[in-house]
């Protein structure tokens, strides 16, 4: 039995039963649906209302073939997706992902969290997620193109600025909303702000990029000042995978004082005493498109490790993962403890498997849940779509000023529902319930809509 309340154990025997293929979906509801249970204990107009198995079902789930032509000529087919997860509070919103291992369960895994993340960001944004198990990795720039260009003529028909607004993940960075924009706009004849991440040309916003990392970041250091009156200066840092996320929370982590020593991607890892030099990594990463391990021609004296697992083996004080679902396992999380990590605060969405997050609760670590934590880069997409409909656009400044108001409400709200309602400090049951009330609330107050 997982659960004490027989509502919860009901909804939850059923999603394992309809969905049983689908095993990331299923571990991401058993985690919220564990933090909610006081909350469902004192409020029965929840069972009353049906309210759980509303939320663990989506509003629509809709897959497409892509077909597009290689530079050879030969014609490929992938699979698109679009889950379109829960709309109480706001159009749905939520990001593209293209890599291989996409499928039905991820994207629903995915889909279900950004439900809660949207809604702690106390912006007015439903749940969704998309993607493709399309591989971007050694494509041209013109089958990336063609491929965004088929993939959005099926997908614009679901879209649209009030309706669903997807944005960037894995594999999806300016270079491929500036496709699926411009296809977007050519088939609907529209210029509205239908996808965030764009170019700053053309209706992007200034520190969209940085968000996720900088949030991230800004994130940590509130629970360090609030939780243990301590800060990221002096400190050493581990940063898994070296994308988006991992680049601008290094940047940040770097300009509060700490050093980072170590980076990875899915081949491996480097390891550079005196601190990475992240201008070398952006120019590998971001210009370039290459594997980490090319950082060994311009520092022979970093170290390069194959295989990307054992990164959590390097001493560090703060962890920070920020590569991919369930990279930190139990065996990660000890060696972590046992070199005398107190802070690990997760970058990518469910990184830390369930065992591993007991080994850090178990052993005081501060934990930061992905749906707090990583929130910044929805939150100021958020922003985006505001900028858009107003016809204008904040200055850096003020972007970043906003970013770090709603990172720090977003620790206030999910330390007091803590409070309220499991362990003080228990972030991952406080980020879950805060973000679930607000939905739950909207849901009852528009009647069995969904
Ligand atoms: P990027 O594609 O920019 O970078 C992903 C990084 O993770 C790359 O270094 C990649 O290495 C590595 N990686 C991917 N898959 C694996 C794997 N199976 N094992 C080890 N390393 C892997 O993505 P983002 O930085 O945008 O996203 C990273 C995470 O953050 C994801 O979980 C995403 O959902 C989450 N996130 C992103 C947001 C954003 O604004 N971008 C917002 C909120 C969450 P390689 O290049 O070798 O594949």
Known sequence: MSFKNTYLQQVFATVCEKNSTQPEFIQAVKEVLTSLEPVVEKRPDIEKNGIIERLVEPERFITFKVAWVADNGKVCVNRGYRVQFNSAIGPYKGGLRFHPSVNDSIIK??????????????????????????????????????????????????????????????GVGAREIGYLFGQYKRIVNNYTGVLTGKGLTYGGSLGRKQATGYGLCYFTQEMLSKMKNDSFSGKKVVISGSGNVAIYAAEKAKSFGATVVAMSDSNGYIYDENGIDLDIIKQIKEVERKRIFEYLNYKPTAKYTEGCKNIWTV????????????????????????????????????????????????????????????????????????????????????????????????????????????????????????????????????????
């Open 109 to 170: 895994f995915l889909g279900f969290e950004q439900c809660f993340k949207n809604s702690l960001t106390g912006l007015p944004m439903g749940g969704g997620k998309g993607g493709s198990d399309f591989d971007p990795k050694g494509k041209s720039d013109n089958e990336i193109m063609r491929f965004c260009q088929s993939f959005m003529t099926e997908l614009y028909r679901h879209i649209g600025a009030d309706v669903d607004v997807p944005a960037g993940d894995i």
């Open 315 to 450: 001493p560090c004080d703060i962890a920070l993962p920020c590569a991919t679902q369930n990279e930190l396992d139990k065996e990660g999380a000890e060696a972590l403890v046992k070199n005398g990590c107190f802070v690990v605060a997760e970058g990518a969405n469910m990184p830390s498997t369930p065992e591993a997050v007991l080994v850090f609760q178990s052993n005081n670590v501060l934990f930061a849940p992905a749906k707090a934590a990583n929130a910044g880069g929805v939150a100021t997409s958020g922003l985006e779509m505001s900028q858009n409909s107003m016809r204008y656009s904040w200055t850096f400044e003020e972007v970043d000023t906003k970013l770090q108001e709603i990172m720090k409400n977003i620790f206030a709200s999910a330390y007091k529902a803590s409070e309220e309602y499991a362990t003080a400090g228990d972030l991952v049951s406080g980020a879950n319930i805060a973000g679930f009330i607000k939905i739950c609330d909207s849901m009852i107050a528009q009647g069995v809509a969904y």
